[in-house]
């Protein structure tokens, strides 16, 4: 499940960019510990969310695997899955 979280939060990123991933200008591991994230997720049993921030947004991920992606100056909405 780890490879698929990493991925769905690129696509997320690139999404919200309006880029196809290949085309992101970012390196996800310059802003969050990928190796941490896939422990945490293969891991952890029951719910919970961990927001990072990325240039421009703001990306929280959830126990079920949810991912959202939304511009910094958003209000959060981080306590419930989309």
Same mark, same amino acid.
């Given at each position: 499940? @780890?490879?698929?979280? +990493? #991925?769905? +939060? &690129? ?20 802003? $969050? /510990? $990928?190796?941490?994230?896939? @422990?945490?997720?293969?891991?952890? =049993?029951?719910? %919970? %969310?961990?927001?990072? /921030?990325?240039?421009?947004? #703001?990306?929280?991920? %959830?126990? /079920?695997?949810?991912?959202? &992606?939304?511009? =910094? ?10």
């Amino acid at each position: 499940m @780890r490879d698929d979280v +990493i #991925t769905d +939060i &690129v696509i997320s990123i690139a999404d919200a960019e309006g880029v196809a991933p290949r085309d992101l200008d970012l390196v996800l591991s310059d802003h $969050i /510990d $990928i190796d941490s994230v896939g @422990r945490l997720v293969n891991a952890e =049993k029951g719910s %919970w %969310w961990l927001a990072f /921030d990325v240039p421009g947004y #703001t990306v929280t991920v %959830w126990s /079920d695997g949810s991912v959202l &992606v939304e511009p =910094k100056n958003a209000p959060r909405r981080s306590n419930a899955p989309v």
